[in-house]
């Protein structure tokens, strides 16, 4: 029998790395690309021929995932989970609220982070729940706890984390009616291209956390319970 999984944001970093863990434990991946210039995942997909599709998908775009649904569901009739990864940083800067703010950036990257999440489980929901794990795995953030808000400045990436982990409270309200979960992951602070530029200074390669989040997948039944599991990739709570 066929386990699916989707990874969004698996161009590189994290979500590439998690899509080579599941293909590793034997399911099928539906892997979500942004950029066709980016050429990791085709060069992983010769290695997986029968078993990796790369699906195009602008989380930030409604027609781009119902058009990345119709194709999934035309070769998947259930997913065992869904990990929504893709995110973008945009302005790490220092302003605050003293300063003057870009609001449309504000809204793009909630756009992206939050409610592109949202498109793709609405989108997916009834392969979600037609599986036996009913998981739904999003990428949050540290940076999305408000009872551990520190920073005076990233409005937008802050923002939308914390409004993703609002959402993904309203769909586990759903999920678990039907034995489902939602695990919130924060994956530690990675080398990646978050912001559009590669970022070297952070402590972890993401195949570290992806690791760990593979092996969370395993196994989610410990993680179940009344609300959506926040969690880091070490398997310690947060606070929202």
């Known amino acids: 029998m066929s ?36 050429r990791l995942l085709d060069e992983l997909e010769s290695s997986y021929p029968d078993s990796m599709y790369i ?12 058009a990345a649904s119709q194709f999934i569901k035309s070769k998947a009739d259930k997913l065992e989970v869904l990990v ?6 945009g302005d790490h800067n220092d302003k605050t609220i003293y300063d003057s703010l870009d609001f449309d950036e504000i809204l793009k ?39 551990t808000c520190y920073r005076k400045g990233w409005f937008a990436y802050c923002t939308s984390k914390a409004a993703l982990n609002m959402l993904s409270a309203i769909v586990h309200n759903s999920l678990k009616e039907v034995g489902g979960q939602v695990l919130l992951i924060h994956p530690g602070w990675m080398k ?10 952070a402590p972890l390669t993401p195949d570290i956390p992806a690791k760990k989040l593979v092996e ?24 929202f």
Do not use: Q
């Not at 979600?128 to 009872?147: P, Q, W």
């Not at 990646?192 to 070297?200: E, F, K, P, Q, R």
């Open 55 to 66: 699906v195009d998908i602008d989380v930030s775009s409604d027609a781009s995932v119902k």
């Open 109 to 147: 990257v909630i756009n992206v982070n939050a409610l592109g999440a949202t498109r793709v489980t609405n989108a997916l929901f009834d392969l979600i729940i037609a599986g036996d794990k009913k998981l739904i795995m999003n990428i949050s953030s540290e940076a999305g706890s408000i009872n």
């Open 3 to 38: 386990l699916f999984a989707c990874v969004t944001g698996a161009d590189r970093g994290l979500g590439f790395e998690m899509v080579k863990g599941l293909l590793e434990d034997g399911y099928t991946v539906f892997a979500g690309r942004y950029n066709k210039e980016w």
């Open 216 to 239: 969370m997948i395993r196994d989610p039944e410990r993680y179940k319970g009344e609300r959506p599991t926040f969690i880091d990739y070490e398997g310690n709570k947060w606070d």
């Open 192 to 201: 990646s291209w978050l912001t559009g530029t590669y970022h070297d200074e």
């Open 84 to 89: 929504n990864n893709s995110a973008i940083g």
